[in-house]
């Protein structure tokens, strides 16, 4: 229904419901230069539902390394290693290096649900004890952040990543049967020296890692 007014560009579709929220969706337009621009939209303004799109090449990447041999983390390979995602992530881009200098996140950022630069990332929550990299969507996170503001929690950003720190520390690793929706992330934990990995259910978003036994690597896309 769009094609005929938007001429050499790619129109993608992506719409979710859940019956617990309001439906909603998005459209994101593509130009053949990669600029892109995002809309919200209820689908409940529409004739007919639409067909759920799961993301392909346009969404964010992390990547990570782990020196269990305590080796520091060469920092230049860390931007290197972030910088070959950037294809994923056009919007933003950072890197966290821990105190002990053995760990290291990165990640390439596409702007969804809060574009402002409080949602960039690796994000630091809770006086900075966790650091997260995060790639995906978490679609009944509003519910979810109600629920922790009735727990006590507060909140800095209007987006999904604050949601999830805030889940992992009040629920640890149960906190993944509470998401709805698809991701990959990775937190850091500074007090316990902890790294703890997540991916959806069905590996919508696609999280690779490798352990070779003085490093661990992670990242969305095999590099």
């Given at each position: 229904m769009f094609?005929?007014?938007?001429?050499?560009?790619?129109?993608?579709?992506?719409?979710?419901?859940?019956?617990?929220?309001?439906r909603y969706g998005r459209?994101?337009?593509?130009?053949?230069?990669?600029e892109y621009c995002l809309y919200s939209f209820n689908l409940d303004f529409l004739n007919k539902d639409l067909i759920k799109w799961q993301w392909n090449k346009i969404m964010c990447g992390i990547v990570g390394i782990f020196n269990l041999d305590n080796s520091k983390i060469d920092r230049d390979e860390l931007i290197k290693f972030n910088d070959s995602l950037i294809h994923r992530g056009p919007d933003a881009k950072g890197i966290y290096i821990n105190k002990e200098n053995n760990l290291g996140l990165g990640h390439r950022r596409l702007s969804i649900l809060d574009i402002s630069n409080l949602s960039n990332q690796p994000m630091t929550y809770h006086d900075g004890r966790f650091v997260m990299t995060y790639n995906g969507e978490i679609y009944n996170f509003l519910e979810l952040k109600s629920e922790l503001i009735e727990l006590g929690y507060k909140f800095k950003t209007s987006g999904d990543s604050e949601v999830i720190l805030a889940s992992y520390l009040n629920w640890g690793e149960k906190c993944q049967h509470k998401f709805n929706g698809m991701w990959a992330f990775a937190i850091w934990d500074n007090i316990e020296q902890r790294l703890f990995l997540s991916r959806d259910r069905f590996g919508v978003k696609p999280l690779y890692y490798l352990n070779n036994g003085d490093k661990f690597f992670f990242a969305s896309e095999l590099k």
């Open positions: 094609n005929n007014k938007i001429e050499n560009k790619i129109l993608v579709i992506e719409t979710y419901s859940d019956d617990r929220l309001p459209i994101i337009i593509l130009n053949l230069k990669k």
